[in-house]
């Protein structure tokens, strides 16, 4: 069965410092991994995935098979990052999104 | 910029009553989802839905679950009777591809309060 694991509920950083958002999984196959967040009173949005190897709004993740994980990370934070974020896996052939249980990064002016 | 829209957006209702929320995908979408969220809990997959067939489902989507497409817009999950357990925000949300690195967009959600 596939989990993934967010191991910290809540994340507080000063604007303009570094954020890492730590996500990892269990997946004896090849995954597909995303990031989605969802800002306060706004649907949840994809923010990036791991296919398309981009930059949005600041932020990058990496797919590390080694280690099973696909942190966020941001070098300088802004305080419009506040939000919650989700990181999510996909099997490959299939349509069904597992999450792990999201962080809420606050953003500290 | 097309969305998913969900109706209603706060369902309250009595435990073992029926219920039914709606979903209208984008519109050239063709696979649909529904998910859910128990306060405090994770993002769980109930259902996918493509070609007027579940795809797959999850061990949540029990016999007292169901799913349609009445029409060429509306997406329903109906409840047979509801328990209270089945408090929840409920997600529905929609996709262009069967890609599995495909995204997936998301409604607003409806939260159901089952008293």
């Known amino acids: 069965a596939q989990r993934v694991t967010q191991p910290e509920k809540l994340l507080s950083v000063f604007k303009g410092a570094p954020v890492e958002l730590k996500c990892n999984y269990s997946?004896?196959?090849?995954?597909?991994l995303f990031w989605y967040v969802q800002y306060s009173r706004q649907r949840l949005q994809l923010l990036l995935r791991?296919?398309s190897r981009e930059s949005i709004k600041g932020f990058t993740a990496d797919l590390n098979k080694g280690e099973t994980s696909f942190h966020l990370k941001k070098p300088f934070a802004q305080e419009e990052d506040s939000a919650m974020y989700y990181c999510a896996l996909n099997r490959q052939g299939a349509q069904k999104l597992v999450f792990g249980q999201g962080t809420r990064l606050t953003i500290n002016p | 910029e097309p969305e998913v829209t969900q109706t209603p957006s706060h369902q309250v209702t009595q435990m073992g009553q029926e219920v039914i929320l709606r979903c209208v995908p984008i519109?050239?979408?063709?696979?649909f989802y529904w998910y859910r969220q128990i306060l405090g809990q994770k993002v769980e997959f109930l259902v996918s839905?493509?070609?007027?067939?579940?795809?797959?489902k999850s061990e949540i989507f029990d016999d007292q679950f169901s799913v349609e497409r009445p029409d060429g817009s509306n997406f329903t999950l109906k409840i047979r009777s509801t328990k209270l357990e089945d408090s929840a925000m409920y997600f529905c949300a929609s996709s262009g591809s069967e890609d599995s690195y495909n995204e997936q967009f998301f409604g607003p959600g409806t939260r159901l309060t089952v008293l």
């Open positions: 839905f493509y070609n007027n067939e579940i795809s797959e």
């Open positions: 519109s050239n979408h063709l696979y």
């Open positions: 791991h296919i």
């Open positions: 997946y004896s196959g090849s995954p597909e």
